[in-house]
């Protein structure tokens, strides 16, 4: 399998504007994670999917974020609009299950937002 | 809320010596924990998971251990390389539904 992949690895967008990241998550892996990394806040998970439903979306900051995993295959992390404080890199990581073994996640390279 | 906390936040040696990266938390209930490697760039690759339930985890020259009653957790490198140059990050889940990264320790290990 080629891993976690994301898209693009870099943005960068002007204020205001909407921003989409992209995540395909390992084939057979149940969990889908987003998370967000600064070096303010460190690393920081803002939402996990089960079987392609939002499970915890409780570290979401705002309104202004949204996600959605329209199939196990595909996941997508929005920011409309966007500001110069969301600026960050935001990774996705898959895993298998949550228990024991299978809670191993497996990372994506991550997306490095810039909001101008 | 779980408080992550690792010390030091960097750390440079030279190759071929043993050396412990700490990772303290501030609640012991923990489900797991998991020690993770990120290299510049890159995503988190996971090197050790310890269940509540264990005290350590080896892999290769790694070696991880969980001490949940004083809440620590600490990862042993041995006979450290060039190679190992990274930032080593510990993760803990309170339970199903959280994880609580710490900030890292970056480590480098000079030829």
């Known amino acids: 399998d080629a891993g976690v992949i994301q898209s693009p690895r870099h943005e960068v967008t002007e204020m205001g504007q909407e921003v989409t990241l992209r995540c395909k998550p390992i084939s057979g892996h149940d969990y889908l994670f987003w998370y967000r990394q600064t070096m303010m806040r460190g690393l920081e998970l803002l939402i996990y999917f089960n079987n392609n439903v939002p499970i915890d979306d409780s570290g979401m900051p705002e309104d202004r974020f949204s996600a959605k995993m329209p199939n196990a295959s595909f996941s997508t992390l929005k920011i409309q609009p966007s500001e110069p404080r969301d600026s960050a890199v935001y990774f996705c990581?898959?895993?298998?299950?949550?228990?024991?073994?299978?809670?191993?996640?497996?990372f994506g390279p991550g997306t490095r937002l810039t909001v101008l | 809320k779980q408080e992550v906390t690792q010390i030091p936040a960097a750390l440079s040696v030279p190759e071929g010596e043993n050396l412990v990266l700490n990772c303290s938390f501030t609640d012991s209930a923990i489900y797991n924990l998991q020690w993770f490697r990120q290299d510049p760039g890159k995503g988190l690759t996971s090197l050790l998971l310890?269940?509540?339930?264990?005290r350590e985890q080896t892999s290769g020259r790694l070696n991880a251990s969980l001490d949940k009653s004083s809440g620590r957790s600490t990862l042993y490198i041995a006979a450290s390389q060039p190679g190992d140059s990274a930032t080593y990050l510990c993760a803990v889940r309170p339970n199903f539904n959280k994880f609580y990264f710490g900030s890292g320790t970056k480590l480098n290990v000079k030829p």
């Open positions: 990581a898959s895993s298998l299950g949550l228990a024991g073994s299978t809670d191993t996640q497996y």
């Open positions: 310890i269940q509540s339930s264990q």
